[in-house]
T-cell receptor
């Protein structure tokens, strides 16, 4: 089975802190994604990556950056966390090609105080 | 703009009944559709998908129907069980606009199964 692992289930950070959310997938997927999920707003795409060292902005990239130094790992970085970044963060991965199915991690619930 | 939406935010069914969750999409160029199930505290899990060259696809206890004429997608769950209680998301994939070929998700329908 495909496994997408997010390093933390819950995180509590202070405003202004630099926050790293880590994601690792074990199926050699080319594509990796970061979403945030908020009540009433559904899943919104923050950033995605089609290959190592490549990144593309999604719908809501402001306040975030990403890093993909290795194929299996995709990191989401909050340079200076703010309270409006309190959310559930979901990482996903997929193969390139006709199979667009995304495999999701369990999520990281981030609270910024 | 493009959107994927759901007719009902909540659905309550009796255990053993069939459930139907609906989804409307707005872009006729979308060529792939997918349903996910998300249980409380977990990430979304794949249920079933369908391409635009099909109008029906069946899985284990689930069926997805695609009506391209009215741009409507539905998920049918047969003999609904308590374990089916979750939020269900539809998503579409279309190579248009800012989506860049990625999935665009609806806001979800919460299914509650009464024993």
């Amino acid at each position: 089975d495909v496994k997408v692992t997010q390093s933390s289930r819950y995180l509590v950070k202070r405003t202004g802190e630099k926050v790293f959310l880590e994601c690792v997938q074990d199926m050699d997927h080319e594509n990796m994604f970061w979403y945030r999920q908020d009540p009433g707003l559904g899943l919104r795409l923050i950033y995605f990556s089609y290959d190592v060292k490549m990144k593309e902005k999604g719908d809501i990239p402001e306040g975030y950056s990403v890093s993909r130094e290795k194929k299996e790992r995709f990191s989401l970085i909050l340079e200076s966390a703010s309270t409006n970044q309190t959310s559930m963060y979901l990482c996903a991965s997929s193969w390139t090609g006709l199979n667009e199915k995304l495999f999701f991690g369990s999520g990281t619930q981030l609270s910024v105080l | 703009g493009e959107s994927v939406g759901l007719h009902l935010p909540t659905l309550s069914v009796q255990e053993g009944d069939n459930s139907i969750i609906n989804c409307a999409y707005s872009n006729s160029a979308s060529d792939y559709f997918i349903w996910y199930k998300q249980e409380s505290g977990k990430g979304p899990q794949f249920i079933i998908d369908i391409r635009s060259n099909m109008d029906k696809r069946q899985g284990q206890r689930v069926t997805v129907l695609l009506n391209k004429t009215v741009k409507h997608l539905s998920l049918q769950i047969a003999a609904t069980q308590p374990g089916d209680s979750a939020v269900y998301f539809c998503a579409e994939k279309g190579n248009y606009g800012g989506s860049q070929g990625n999935l665009i998700f609806g806001k979800g329908t919460k299914l509650s199964v009464k024993p």
